[in-house]
């Protein structure tokens, strides 16, 4: 493959919203990918790259989503605490310090239960409801959306 037969992929996958592309030759091998989230396609190789990659024309093997097999918990009877902003979760107020909760812990009304970061200004989450941590559904340090679930807890 040639430089330009390397760039137009790099096109190709950038537009085409697939995460991951993989080619293998006898003395070549290209991975490409994202930093977007998977998306699950079916494609074939645009036809100057087919060409340049094998004598005759080749296909992506096609990619289904797994499923997952879990067993599903009833949480039905749990209150979730979601996010209300946007920016990065954090369990503490700094890496050495304690953690605000941990599962099992009770909380109740207005107890900090994490830090979000929003544009360089920490923002004290409390809770809203009293009851008993069963699930933290975010690892420290990272990102949430705006209405992502953060934890499970049971009432009181």
């Not at 992929?9 to 977007?36: A, Y």
Request: proline share 9%; glycine share 4%.
């Amino acid at each position: 493959m040639d430089i330009k037969q390397i760039q137009d992929l790099i096109r190709f996958v950038s537009k085409s919203g697939v995460n991951e592309v993989s080619i293998e030759q006898e003395n070549f091998k290209i991975t490409i990918k994202t930093n977007e989230a998977p998306t699950y396609v079916n494609a074939s190789i645009p036809a100057p790259l087919a060409q340049a990659a094998a004598p005759q024309p080749a296909a992506l093997p096609s990619v289904a989503p797994a499923e997952p097999v879990t067993a599903v918990a009833d949480t039905s009877n749990y209150i979730t605490i979601k996010s209300p902003m946007i920016g990065t979760f954090y369990r503490s107020s700094s890496p050495d310090k304690p953690l605000f909760v941990n599962v099992g812990d009770e909380i109740s009304t207005g107890s900090v239960l994490c830090i979000i970061e929003a544009m360089k200004l920490f923002n004290e989450i409390e809770s809203e409801v009293s009851g008993r941590i069963v699930k933290v559904l975010v690892d420290n340090a990272s990102p949430v959306e705006y209405d992502q679930p953060l934890f499970l807890v049971e009432p009181k």
